[in-house]
């Protein structure tokens, strides 16, 4: 991308904080507990919220659908329902950030190495500023052509992929959950 998108506010977006996601991934309470003080920090400043939940491999509101507590969206508060990797694909996140003048995400949840990477690559590759809160993302070990990675190397692999993200006049960081500050949204009436 080129250029930068004109939105001018700030999102958080959570993406597959579910039962069923977290089941199988490394250090799920300290994620959770990171992920819920976000959530309360960005509410505080009146930060546009975003939950994304996978459908594909989880049938609606089942157990495993279901976020994981504490976590609970607020009724003014966006849900993405997805049934791809990519947060973007066949959902109206793109034209609901747009519409909210978004230009900036905050990017947290699982898996990394899936969901949070392709999701926060797709943004940025769409003109989007993308902090990844390099502590607030999880995923649990794989192996794959024979080689295997425990979640913590996946985890370290995908903050060191974006620690090195570059497009032109476009800004991009890896913050820890305590390092993401969220600015007041103006309300005008």
């Known amino acids: 991308m080129d250029e930068q998108l004109a939105g001018t506010k700030t999102a958080l ?16 309470k300290k994620v959770i507990a990171r992920v819920q003080d976000l959530v309360s920090r960005a509410r505080d400043t009146g930060t546009p919220i975003y939950w994304v939940q996978d459908e594909r491999e989880f049938e609606r509101h089942s157990t495993a659908w279901r976020l994981v507590s504490p976590l609970q969206p607020r009724d003014s508060e966006h849900r993405i329902h997805k049934s791809y990797r990519d947060a973007f694909t066949g959902t109206g996140l793109h034209a609901s950030l747009i519409a909210e003048d978004i230009g900036s995400l905050v990017i947290c ?9 392709t999701a926060a690559g797709r943004a940025a590759s769409m003109g989007y500023d993308v902090t990844v809160v390099r502590d607030a993302h999880t995923t649990g070990a794989a192996t794959f052509e024979g080689q295997s990675l425990t979640g913590d190397q996946i985890i370290a692999h995908t903050n060191a992929y974006f620690a090195t993200l570059d497009y032109p006049n476009q800004d991009f960081s890896l913050r820890r959950a305590d390092e993401v500050i969220f600015r007041a949204v103006a309300v005008i009436d």
């Open 13 to 28: 977006v959570i993406i597959d904080m579910q039962n069923g996601v977290l089941e199988y991934c490394v250090h799920p």
């Open 109 to 117: 949840g699982a898996q990394s190495d899936y969901c949070v990477r």
